[in-house]
């Protein structure tokens, strides 16, 4: 009865050094960075698409993802880019977030092109 005994507290101690090491193991990798990519693909129309929803709404996704110490890519569509610089950002990015006009229901042809 004695051997069972310390056999059962033998296994016990053990698991629980295994997974205390192992937490600790864990703790101690480091973090990767995540990176998200912003793109506003909005294009002004003066005096009947102006943009501030789509401005409003990419501002709070970047105010976000910065409070969450994520790394911020950013495209502004109307501004222009390179398209080797959008195909670097889109392969470091973990996420893409692509902010569009809500009615049109589709991305603009310069976002396509």
């Known amino acids: 009865m004695k051997i069972r005994i310390l056999l059962a507290l033998l296994i016990t101690v053990t698991t629980f050094w295994t997974k205390v090491t192992a937490q600790t193991a864990a703790t101690n990798v480091a973090v990767k960075e995540k990176t998200v990519l912003l793109i506003n693909a909005h294009l002004t129309y003066s005096g009947l698409s102006e943009g501030k929803l789509n401005e409003a709404f990419y ?3 970047k105010e976000f993802f910065i409070a969450q110490n994520f790394k911020v890519l950013e495209t502004k569509i109307e501004v222009g880019y390179d398209v080797e610089d959008e195909v670097e950002k ?3 990015a973990d996420i893409i977030v692509l ?8 991305t603009p ?3 396509k092109k």
């Open 59 to 61: 501002n709070r996704a």
């Open 109 to 111: 042809w310069i976002y």
């Open 90 to 92: 889109h392969m470091q």
């Open 99 to 106: 902010q569009t006009p809500v009615n049109w229901e589709n």
